[in-house]
Nanobody, 116 residues
């Protein structure tokens, strides 16, 4: 019913920036909340940032002030702008769509590696 495709990951030096994108298929994007999670080696998957259908945002304390989540409903796409990257930001980043029913939908993930 819904497919999510992440892109934009890669290798970057500490202090650099990346912008992740997640494009969604289907017709429910505009009424759904979108979230970015990351899976860091040795840690549980954690919520990094979220944005509601109305544009309200929330961030994990570890990324607040460095990351920005945004959405473009015309393109069915959510973005995560990541600045001042640290080695601890390394991990696989996943987008998640919450349509306010069921368990939502996950993308395949995109790898982000931050080197020192």
């Amino acid at each position: 019913q819904v497919q999510l495709v992440e892109s934009g990951g890669g290798l970057v030096q500490a202090g650099g920036s990346l912008r992740l994108s997640c494009a969604a298929s289907g017709s429910i994007f505009s009424i759904s909340a979108m979230r970015w999670y990351r899976q860091t080696p040795g840690k549980e998957r954690e919520l990094v940032a979220g944005i509601t259908s109305g544009g309200r945002t929330n961030y994990a304390d570890s990324v607040k002030g460095r990351f920005t989540i945004s959405r473009d409903n015309a393109k069915n796409t959510v973005y995560l702008q990541m600045n001042s990257l640290k080695s601890e930001d390394t991990g696989v980043y996943y987008c998640h769509l919450w349509p306010f029913s069921g368990t939502g939908y996950w993308g395949q993930g995109t790898q982000v590696t931050v080197s020192s």
